[in-house]
Structure formats: C-alpha cells, structure tokens
C-alpha cells in the first residue's frame, strides 16, 4: 500500500513563496510518475508539476517560472517550491503517484493516469 502524506501548507500574502512536501512509501526498483495537482472549491483538479519515469519535471503552464518540482529519493520524498504565489493559487495540493505504472511526456499531467494520492494541504493566497 503506498501512503503519502502532504504537508507544508498555510496562508500567505501575494507575492510570497512555501514549500510543500510529500513524505511516501514507494516500491523498490519502481520509477512512477510523481507530481502535484490542486483543486479549489469548484473547480476541477488539475496538475501542477510532475515528475516523469525519466526524472523529467513537467509543469503547467499557470506555475511555469514560479513553482519548482523536486524528489530527494533517499528520504521518499517530493517538493513543490512555489515562489511569486497568487492569489489564483488558492486551492488544496494533492500530491500522487502512478505506481504500478510508469508515464512519460503529456501522461505525467493527466490526474488519470495517477493511482495514489494523499489526503492534500491546504495553501491561501491573499492579495
């Protein structure tokens, strides 16, 4: 069973930057596609940044130059570095892993294609 589990959420004026973490067991040998979606109060969720088979991160184009993705594979890790945050940015993040699957390009940003997800950590944006 893979657990993930988010954290690094909070309230934060326009203009300013958090770090959200996503602490999950994974199978070894495995190399799925990690990433982050968001979801705000009516509206559907959608992805954020992505991590592919590869290694390589995709983002959206909303957070491209603002948000970074990264993994830190000996502590089961993965990061959302999202600087410059909006007020649009309000929404609750999910991240989520493909596994058993692998993805690759276009996939890695499909939420379909993601089989496990954490329970999310809320992030408000004020202007």
């Known amino acids: 069973q893979v657990q993930l589990v988010e954290s690094g959420g909070g309230s934060v004026q326009a203009g300013g930057s958090l770090r959200l973490s996503c602490a999950g067991s994974r199978y070894t040998g495995s190399t799925p596609c990690i990433g982050w979606f968001r979801q705000a109060p009516g509206k559907k969720r959608e992805a954020v940044a992505a991590i592919d088979s590869d290694g390589t991160p995709t983002y959206a184009d909303a957070v491209k130059g603002r948000f970074t993705i990264s993994q830190d594979n000996a502590k089961k890790t993965l990061y959302l570095q999202m600087n410059s945050l909006k007020p649009d940015d309000t929404a609750k993040y999910y991240c989520?892993?493909?596994?058993?699957?692998?993805?690759?390009?276009?996939?890695?940003?499909?939420?379909?294609?993601?089989?496990?997800w954490g329970q999310g950590t809320q992030v408000t944006v004020s202007s």
């Open positions: 989520a892993s493909s596994l058993p699957a692998r993805c690759w390009g276009a996939e890695t940003l499909r939420p379909l294609q993601y089989n496990h």
